[in-house]
């Protein structure tokens, strides 16, 4: 259970981080300086989506390998 609680809280940092980078990245680089809209606040967002998508395939990855070595260690005591 606290695996899961720092994966969550881990996926929200995350998301919230590369959700204002993506922000401040596409109001740089992609808005005119007087432009009134700017679309830097969608850009974060889905810059943020991405990550958690992300995450949840780190997430995934990171609990086969401590299953599959969990079994792999069983196995050794049983066998």
């Given at each position: 259970?606290?695996?899961a609680a720092a994966y969550l809280v881990g996926t929200v940092v995350v998301s919230?981080?590369?959700t204002v980078i993506g922000m401040?990245?596409?109001d740089k680089t992609g808005c005119a300086?007087?432009?009134e809209e700017c679309l830097a606040a969608l850009v974060g967002i889905l810059?943020?989506?991405a990550a958690v998508v992300v995450c949840l395939v780190a997430v995934v990855v990171i609990e086969l390998i401590l299953w599959s070595r969990r079994r792999r260690k069983a196995?050794?005591?049983t066998g």
């Open positions: 259970m606290l695996r919230l981080v590369v401040m990245y596409h300086p007087d432009a810059w943020g989506a196995a050794e005591v």
